[in-house]
């Protein structure tokens, strides 16, 4: 599968929204690969009421964000964050 999402910062509002901060500059690990770097770096796919953000190098899932408008959940099993 090649992926063809956009970067992890297009995911800041809903991340923001889950998170209650910024989070596109937390750095996390990749639970697949180990591949680590900033959310930001991450391929975002927006086409759902929510966000999937997967992993740049091996395109595993590191979480799944749902809006519900009066609140937004994160499901982040795939990813292992330094913070």
Known sequence: MTAEGLDGNAAAGILFAAYGREMTAEIGSCASCGNTGPLAEALAFLDAPGAVLRCRRCESVLMVL????EAAFSYASGIHLAG
């Open 66 to 69: 749902v809006d519900r408008g």
